[in-house]
Nanobody
Framework: QVQLVESGGGLVQAGGSLRLSCAASGRISSNSVMGWFRQAPGKEREWVATIRWGPGFTYYSDSVKGRFTISRDDAKNRGYLQMNSLQFEDTAVYYC??????????WGQGTQVTVSS
């Protein structure tokens, strides 16, 4: 069982930066993947970025590529999402997700990111 807690959200002006953190209560196996998703008001949850926990390979949606960076600290069981050049359209609740190789998903409670234009 893994519990995830996101932090680091807040209010930022357009062009600014935030760093989200996802703390896992249990050990994340090297075969798992951690992802960040977001959901804006009135919209469906969308995928933002993924990191394969063991090798550290990263993947990004086109909307954030070049602006966001996903990373992890295996020793601390923490994942991060560095968000630069934030835009109004990035306003959303951001969720951390861990998926095990057997398909079991764990989700955090979300953290609000608000970008003022």
């Amino acid at each position: 069982q893994v519990q995830l807690v996101e932090s680091g959200g807040g209010l930022v002006q357009a062009g600014g930066s935030l760093r989200l953190s996802c703390a896992a209560s249990g050990r994340i196996s090297s075969n798992s993947v951690m992802g960040w998703f977001r959901q804006a008001p009135g919209k469906e949850r969308e995928w933002v970025a993924t990191i394969r926990w063991g090798p550290g390979f990263t993947y990004y949606s086109d909307s954030v590529k070049g602006r966001f960076t996903i990373s992890r600290d295996d020793a601390k069981n923490r994942g991060y999402l560095q968000m630069n050049s934030l835009q109004f359209e990035d306003t959303a609740v951001y969720y951390c997700n861990v998926r095990r190789t057997d398909g079991v998903d764990y989700w955090g409670q979300g953290t609000q990111v608000t970008v003022s234009s």
